[in-house]
């Protein structure tokens, strides 16, 4: 509905609602702040208490819900009633999916929305999660780090825990990273798939599939050196697979240095190089390369790449690097 | 602080995408905020005073519809805003704010989102929170016109063979409910054993990777219905919302704690930290990694690491050591914190904000002014706090006693108070777990556990 829309006939006007008496909100308090509704609003809610009140279930009942959800979509209650409903009168499922699919796209950031959608593909069970899949990357393609969505993809893929569905993912990933390789839901989502929900068909060999993961992170790093995401997945890959961060030092060295050494003429998988536009030292490197002197007992290595974040590259920071030195000092004397 | 030549953006690395462009255009915005060297910034808090004024008294308009279903926040928001900036409130407007938000409260337990909408644990703590600001004991008070027989069977009602709960029937799972469920059992002390079985392992399960938690983890259980210990991955990344309510969860579970359950403390304290922008950002925090700085992460993030010393993180544990010795030991820049609150977070016609050029409401007023509080006093557990209200016990000891001392024994520490631009920008201290007053705080759980506050040694917050 459009703004220049007239509003609806008020249902204190509609002669198929005559029977309904209407609830107000307050009856004796004088609310504080009060919200100064429309009057359309207040004339939909004031007839949706009197539904809940009755307890009626009826189609006029998802029309009034729908009209509530559609000028106010986080109205919690109005939900769940409609959800009662569609319920009690055997709704068809699809019916109510098409209607969510215009809803959802409508109002985005809203919890109930997503939640609304997971309720039916859990009762429409798994065939509704491949199209289900289908949809939130429509969302994704123009909301890409819409939380509720990546959660609800989450939710789809480990509720249903279906090879089939986990097949693509990888690739969808990598939509979504070519798209923009700073995106942490892209990120947080890859870590998702490949480490945290079981393995999938074909990733038995996990020395395999945590090469191939560092391989990946690496070259995105090349990419766009200055990228925290990436960063924290590297470290990400390395702690939940218990491999010292020492393994990748070579690599994280190229990114600690002021300017890039040229080497464009050879091709080290393990160990891409910053590319030309690079803007080095990299903040992130500095502090991956300290958390490594710090592991194997070089303290001072460690304290010294501590004072020049604190005092140089991230001096927002200061007093946790001063901490980080402290602490790493006392434990080595307590040691 | 900085000045605008020292101020370098975020790299890009000649590689731009969507989240570089997008943050060069706040930097760019933020960048006409800086502080003037020779100017301090000023809280104009009888703007914002005026603002809070004004929404209580003329009401909100229509576009407020969209939070129809979150009445008792609104008004949260607003009272807790007063208290943060010192402001009383006359006993009329206590007394209506007591009536509504009791209209709210739902005959079979728990409060909703307005009158005769169905209970759910976030308005629930928003409307308990409030009545610990206005209410009293006694008859129309409403401390004691809270159901908390009802309230306690409503809570178990929404709890899932995972130890988490739903928000609401037919409703979501996720750690802010779980937080303000924890917060109103705690303050009501109606909080048990069996209502908390099994929370604190799913809280440890929605921590990621990156060290910050995320909204919720998804149980796989066997054929036979046992809940796995692994996988139970976290459902949504790493955010300064849930990773406020589950480490404050966390620290509410303290004296339910099985052994066994742990959380990575080296990892969050990185995550936290990583969370404050650097000087173009005005030192202001995001929720997530690779966002834009927001002021109501102040609070979110800011005020978390108001928690760390409760969970053994403890940065002056080291102190006297080395040549970096300093009276203020935060692991966060409660300077630049305050300026980015005090130069970005405030609307100049009263109120504050995400960041310039949006609008103030009230939600942002109240976190962006929390997260002053917390960037300005230190508020730690104190062991000589916690020893005066133990002489002051007066009940049987046991779990009731320790989550009553865990609670109360918070008291800011002397001589750490940091204002930025000078005293008349000084905001009320707030609890770090609650964000209510310490007053606010002991009045109510002293009512409700039936014990005798002792008077604070330092003066009143």
Not at chain 1, 131 to 151: F, R
Not at chain 2, 60 to 89: I, N
Not at chain 2, 346 to 356: S, T, V, Y
């Amino acid at each position: 509905m459009s703004p220049a829309d007239p509003p609806p006939t008020p249902y204190s006007e509609r002669p198929e609602w005559a029977d309904v008496v209407p609830v107000a909100q307050y009856e004796k308090a004088n609310p504080l702040a009060p919200i100064l509704y429309t009057d359309e609003y207040k004339d939909a809610t004031d007839y949706l208490r009197a539904i809940v009140k009755s307890g009626e279930k009826s189609e006029r009942v998802l029309a009034l819900t729908e009209h509530v959800i559609r000028l106010n979509p986080a109205h919690y209650s109005a939900w769940q009633y409609r959800y009662e409903t569609v319920l009690a009168l055997d709704w068809p499922l699809d019916v109510e999916m098409t209607l969510m699919d215009e809803l959802a796209d409508l109002h985005l950031k809203t919890y109930q929305v997503w939640h609304h959608r997971r309720l039916l593909v859990l009762r429409l069970g798994l065939p509704a999660a491949a199209p289900e899949l289908v949809y939130i990357a429509k969302i994704l393609a123009k909301d890409e780090k819409n939380y509720h969505t990546w959660a609800h993809r989450q939710w789809v893929l480990s509720y249903h825990n279906d090879d089939a569905l986990w097949d693509g993912e990888l690739d969808f990933v990598d939509v979504m990273m070519n798209r923009d390789v700073r995106n942490n839901s892209a990120w947080h989502h890859r870590f998702f798939v490949v480490f945290q929900s079981g393995v999938r068909d074909g990733e038995e060999d996990r020395e395999r599939v945590v090469r191939r993961e560092l391989v990946y992170v690496k070259q995105q790093i090349s990419l766009a050196p200055n990228n925290a995401s990436a960063w924290n997945y590297l470290r990400g890959v390395l702690e939940f697979n218990k491999r010292p961060f020492a393994i990748v030092e070579p690599f994280v060295k190229l990114y600690t240095v002021p300017r890039a050494e040229d080497s464009r003429d050879i091709v080290d998988v393990d160990n891409p190089p910053p590319g030309s536009g690079a803007e080095l030292p990299c903040v992130a490197a500095l502090e991956f390369l300290a958390d490594i002197h710090e592991a194997e007992g070089r303290i001072d290595d460690a304290a010294a790449l501590w004072k020049s974040l604190g005092e140089e590259h991230d001096t927002i920071r200061k007093k946790y690097w001063e901490y980080r030195t402290l602490q790493a000092k006392n434990s080595k004397a307590t040691a | 602080m900085t000045t605008t030549s020292t101020m370098r953006p975020v790299p890009v690395d000649a590689f731009p995408t969507l989240t570089s462009s997008t943050q060069a255009e706040t930097e760019k915005i933020l960048l006409e905020h800086v502080s003037d060297p020779n100017k301090p910034p000023t809280l104009h808090k009888n703007l914002h005073m005026q603002f809070l004024v004004r929404a209580l008294s003329q009401g909100l308009p229509a576009r407020y519809s969209s939070q129809d279903a979150s009445q008792p926040w609104l008004l949260y928001w607003t009272l807790q805003a007063f208290s943060v900036l010192q402001v009383g409130l006359d006993p009329g407007t206590k007394q209506k704010a007591i009536d509504m938000l009791l209209a709210c409260q739902d005959t079979e337990g728990g409060f909703g989102g307005g009158p005769k909408q169905t209970p759910h644990l976030l308005p629930t703590y928003a409307a308990v929170c409030s009545l610990a600001i206005v209410g009293r004991p006694g008859e129309g008070g409403g401390w004691d016109d809270i159901d908390r027989g009802k309230m306690y069977k409503f809570f178990m009602s929404l709890k899932q063979p995972d130890g988490s709960f739903l928000v609401s029937k037919h409703s979501e799972v996720d750690v802010r409910g779980i937080y303000c469920l924890l917060v109103v059992a705690t303050l009501l002390d109606i909080i048990t054993p069996e209502l908390v079985e099994g929370t604190a392992a799913f809280i440890a399960s929605c921590q990621t990777y990156e060290g910050g938690f995320s909204s919720a983890s998804q149980p796989y259980y066997t054929a036979s219905s046992t809940l796995l210990d692994s996988p139970r991955p976290p459902l949504g990344e790493a955010h300064g919302g849930y990773t406020f309510c589950a480490l404050a969860s966390w620290v509410l579970l303290r004296p339910f704690l099985p052994s066994t359950s742990t959380i990575d403390k080296k990892a969050l304290v990185r995550w936290l930290v990583q969370m404050q922008g650097i000087p173009i950002e005005l030192g202001g925090f995001k929720g997530r990694t690779n966002k834009l700085v927001d002021g109501c992460y102040s609070w979110w993030v800011g005020g978390a690491f108001g928690l760390l010393e409760s969970i053994g993180v403890d940065p002056s544990a080291f102190g006297g050591e080395g040549d970096w010795e300093d009276v203020d030991d935060s692991l966060l820049n409660r300077r630049a914190l305050q300026e980015y609150v005090l130069c970005a977070g405030q609307h100049p016609a009263g109120g504050l904000r995400d960041k310039p050029p949006k609008s103030a409401d009230l939600y942002h007023t109240l976190y962006c002014l929390a997260g002053l509080s917390a960037a300005q006093h230190k508020v730690i557990p104190s062991p000589m706090r916690r020893q005066q209200l133990l002489d002051a016990w007066t009940s049987d000891g046991g779990l009731r006693r320790e989550v009553f001392l865990e609670a109360l024994c918070f008291t800011e520490e002397e001589g750490t108070e940091t204002i930025v631009g000078g005293a008349a920008n000084r905001v009320n201290a707030t609890h770090p777990i609650f964000n209510l007053t310490v007053t606010h705080s002991d009045a109510i759980m002293g009512h409700f556990y039936k014990q005798t506050i002792p008077p604070r040694a330092t003066r009143p917050v």
